[in-house]
Structure formats: C-alpha cells, structure tokens
C-alpha cells in the first residue's frame, strides 16, 4: 500500500500561520501574549525543550519570559514564583518544565497553577473540564495529534482509535479527546498498556492506531492493519554507531517495518514533534485572548 507522510512541520506551519494573525489582532488591542516557561535544575532535555519554547515564543512576535532557577531550589521558594507569575498581568500563560529535581512535590506545584494560566492543562480542574467537554486549555501533545489528524483529512467519527500508552500526559488525555462529541473526535477508543492482555490482538482493530508507550519499535508490523492510520507520538534516544553523535531517535513504532501497510503515518523525527510547542503557543494565545475579553471558543 502506497503510504503518506504526516508531518508536523507541514501541520504546525499552518496553524503558526493562523496564530500571527490572532497576535496582531491581540497587539492591535493593546496586548502582547506573554508566556513564561519556569526551569528548575540543569536536566538537559528540559533545557533543549525550554530554548526551543522561548525561541518560538519570541519568533511569534509573543512576550517570552524564561525563569531559571537552581537545582537547589526549595519547594516553598518554587512556589512563591508561581503565585508571582499568577498574579503578574503580563504573563497570560507558563508553565513549569518537568520533571522537576526529586525532592520537590510536583504534585502541589501543579495544584498551586491558576487555572485559567495552565497552559500545559495539567491541573485537576482543566483535566476534569476537558474530561467532560467544558471549554479549556488542551493538552500540548494530545490536542497537536488531534491537529494532525483533522488538517490533513483523516476521518475520525465512528472510526476505532487504539491509543497505546497512558499516561497522564498522552495516553489519557487523548483517549478523552477522541471520545468526545465533535471535529475530530467520536471516535471508539480502546486504551492499551504495558498490562493488556493480547495486546496485538487489539491493536490490529485499529483504524487509527496512536503510539505513546516510550518504548522504541514497540509498534511491529504484524500489530497493524492493513490501511491503519498510525501516529507515533515515541522519541527514543537509541545508540547508532553509525551516527556521529553515536545515537539517534525512533519512535514507539517500527516506521521501516510497519509503513507500508498504513493509509498514512507519522515518522520520527518529523511527524508529532513539532506539534507540541505548536499548541503550547496556541494555548498561550487562547489564554491572552480570554484575558483580553475576546474568547476564542
Ligand atoms: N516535560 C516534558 N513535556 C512537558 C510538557 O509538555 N510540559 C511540562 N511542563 N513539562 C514537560
């Protein structure tokens, strides 16, 4: 089967376009978006994620504040900075970049996030507003696939959607999203993890198969139906002699293996990766249009 590419830099590029045009208007009215993205610790990953955040931020003509504090840092001094960001007018969205060094309590941090500021929708009230289909942020990396799915014209409603994987920052989110009633969406979802029982079983059932397990080439080709959508949210850092760098990403899916048997699928890198930043901007443009007084609902 001939396969097609979804790529998110295709995707991103087309909503970027649509979000410069809702921070002119926003800039037009006097209001500049602003999100801060707080960054505790020297984890490497988060701070490869948290530069690119800032550079997107600015490139969007957006107010960029980036908030470094040390390793050190203690849980009663991490949350004073959030009720500091909370109350500042400038800073419409931020987060705080996990994971957070262990002896901090993610858990109270997350809780402690204003609600109509938590662009990551990582708390319990935004988790629960989605849950039920109340307007709120969207989660980054879930809200991004479901992105990929309706811009490039994969039909969804009454379709079979497996989601492998559940975490609460994928896996669940996602299930939730593409359960519910609307564009994208109404679908029948069937979640899958590390503890199903005959798990390829269930995944061959899918129509549209999307792959958040963390772990690299989970997905083989003999899990997959012939013509399934596949969207593999996967980047995993394996070691490749061959590369300079001696590794190289994969994703949760044997791309090689399993592409030809799909209607479309996402690679790595390329595919889902660039989503997530996308709709973090594109939360902290809804959030800066809230406070504004135009809704974008
Ligand atoms: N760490 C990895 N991904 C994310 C994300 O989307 N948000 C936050 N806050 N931390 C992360």
Do not use: W
């Not at 505790?40 to 003509?61: F, T």
């Not at 997905?219 to 949210?233: F, P």
């Amino acid at each position: 089967m001939t396969t097609r590419l979804i790529l998110g830099k295709d995707v991103s590029e087309e909503i970027y376009a649509e979000l410069r045009q809702r921070i002119e208007a926003l800039k037009a009215k006097g209001v500049t978006p602003g999100l801060a993205v707080v960054l505790v610790g020297e984890d490497p990953a988060s701070q490869v994620y948290v530069r690119k955040k800032g550079e997107m931020c600015e490139s969007l003509g957006m107010h960029s504040v980036t908030v470094r504090m040390p390793a050190e840092t203690t849980q009663e001094q991490l949350m004073a900075k959030v009720a500091e960001l909370n109350a500042d007018p400038a800073i419409h969205g931020f987060l705080v970049q996990l994971p957070l060094p262990k002896h901090l309590d993610e858990e109270q941090v997350i809780n402690a996030i204003s609600p109509s500021k938590d662009v990551d929708c990582f708390h319990p009230e935004n988790v629960g507003r989605m849950l039920i289909g109340e307007p709120t942020f969207l989660p980054a990396t879930p809200a991004g696939v479901q992105q990929m799915l309706i811009r490039s014209g994969v039909e969804t409603k009454g379709k079979h959607v497996v989601v492998v994987g559940r975490s609460n920052i994928v896996g669940k989110p996602m299930a939730a999203m593409m359960v519910q009633k609307g564009a994208g969406a109404d679908s029948t979802v069937t979640v899958v993890h590390s503890r199903t029982q005959n798990l390829p079983e269930i995944t061959r059932q899918a129509d549209i198969l999307i792959v958040a397990i963390g772990k690299p080439r989970f997905v083989t080709a003999d899990m997959v139906k012939e013509g399934a959508v596949v969207i593999d949210v996967g980047t995993n850092r394996i070691e490749d002699p061959t590369r300079s760098s001696g590794s190289r990403l994969v994703g949760d899916v044997d791309f090689d293996a399993v592409k030809d048997k799909t209607s479309a699928i996402t690679p790595v890198p390329g595919g889902v990766g660039p989503m997530t930043i996308c709709m973090l901007m594109a939360n902290a443009v809804k959030a800066a249009e809230k406070a504004s007084g135009r809704d974008s609902e």
